[in-house]
């Protein structure tokens, strides 16, 4: 369903998201009317690009270990503290990471062998965060 109102004097409809979708022909000249929306638009759309970007380079160049690392750290930053509840199964860790079930228990033993982290139950507790975030910046090994 796509709702229409109006905003600031130029139509907008609702997308599929939830989010406004401008039409071109009214949102150009408000820009150029008000040219700290379009400063605000173009900080929004740089924002994304650079996580899209951070995204596509982390699958193309990173390891599974660094992403799976990656992975653990901003889950335990989006909880605010060391420990936190395993966000995901295996299962969905592998597919976000673009691999499988194993390879991410595999990971995760080595992290919990190297007294990185410690996990009980479906508690992750990151005990040496610095060790963590060298093997999520590790670069690959090139053969």
């Known amino acids: ?5 109006n905003v600031h004097g130029f139509g907008a409809c609702c997308g599929a998201g939830g989010r406004p979708v401008y039409q071109q022909e009214r949102l150009s000249p408000f820009c ?7 400063l605000k638009v173009l900080a929004v759309v740089g924002r994304r690009l650079r996580h899209l970007v951070g995204l596509v380079e982390s699958m193309t160049f990173g390891s599974v270990t660094q992403r799976l690392a990656k992975m653990l750290l901003d889950a335990s930053q989006a909880a605010g503290a060391n420990s936190f509840d395993l966000p995901a199964t295996h299962q969905e860790f592998a597919s976000r990471l673009g691999t499988v079930r194993e390879v991410v228990s595999r990971n995760l033993g080595r992290f919990r062998a190297q007294a990185l982290i410690q996990i009980h139950d479906r508690q992750v507790e990151i005990v040496h965060c610095t060790g963590l975030e060298q093997e999520a910046s590790r670069k690959p090994e090139t053969a």
Do not use: C, T
């Open 1 to 5: 369903m796509v709702r229409r109102w």
């Open 32 to 38: 150029r009317q008000n040219p700290h929306v379009a």
